[in-house]
């Protein structure tokens, strides 16, 4: 079955860190487009990362620019998101996407709040 799973979500508190997955399965994702997006409910889902084919070239929004870190292990077949210094504005469902592909995960849940 050709699917994205994302796992890693969670209760955190403010400046705390979280390391999301997202995890292919009947593919390969070593040479696609992968990104991370973000939605609040109420709002449209936002775009937080990209990494590209040769995985040394990475995009970020603005708003994680320089605390996010988005990064693949191919012997894994997983793509990560390593968030640092986490702000109660960083609360939404995060998405993993096969920009190649047009496929998304089922979402995980990330709560920054004390």
């Known amino acids: 079955q050709v699917q994205l799973v994302e796992s890693g979500g969670g209760l955190v508190q403010p400046g705390g860190s979280l390391t999301l997955s997202c995890t292919a399965s009947g593919f390969t994702v070593s040479t696609d487009i992968m990104t991370w997006h973000r939605q609040i409910p109420g709002k449209e889902r936002e775009w937080v990362a990209s990494i590209y084919a040769s995985s040394t070239a990475t995009n970020y929004a603005d708003s994680v620019k320089g605390r996010f870190t988005i990064f693949r292990d191919n012997g894994y077949n997983t793509v990560y998101l390593q968030m640092n210094s986490l702000k109660p504005e960083d609360t939404a469902v995060y998405y993993c996407?096969?920009?190649?592909?047009?496929?998304w995960g089922q979402g995980t849940q990330v709560t920054v709040s004390s």
């Open positions: 996407n096969d920009q190649s592909r047009g496929l």
